[in-house]
Nanobody, 115 residues
Framework: QVQLVESGGGLVQPGGSLRLSCAAS????????MGWYRQAPGKQRELVAH???????NYADSVQGRFTIYRDNAKNMVYLQMNSLKPEDTAVYYC?????????WGQGTQVTVSS
């Protein structure tokens, strides 16, 4: 089964940018719908964006126009480009891979937006 490892989190000022990366191994990457979720302290985990095996994308309203999800099937990677970051984007961001029968999560990477 697929294994996921996120990277790219950190501390950034409001208005700044970060790119999160998720490396997948152990599965047939191209068949998975890949997603980024986030969980802020005291809140439920929520979908940020996902990209299907056919590269169709969907975004949460709160990040539409600021974040971009894309994948590189040749490298087994999925990325989340985050621009115009806001303090309310602060959360642990998780990579997710799913098919109709399998769901896998990464360990998460912390994103903190603060001046």
């Amino acid at each position: 089964q697929v294994q996921l490892v996120e990277s790219g989190g950190g501390l950034v000022q409001p208005g700044g940018s970060l790119r999160l990366s998720c490396a997948a191994s152990g599965g047939i990457f191209r068949i998975y719908t890949m997603g980024w979720y986030r969980q802020a302290p005291g809140k439920q985990r929520e979908l940020v964006a996902h990209i299907t095996s056919g590269s169709s994308t969907n975004y949460a309203d709160s990040v539409q126009g600021r974040f971009t999800i894309y994948r590189d099937n040749a490298k087994n990677m999925v990325y989340l480009q985050m621009n115009s970051l806001k303090p309310e984007d602060t959360a642990v961001y998780y990579c997710n891979a799913r098919t109709t029968i399998v769901t896998k999560w990464g360990q998460g990477t912390q994103v903190t937006v603060s001046s």
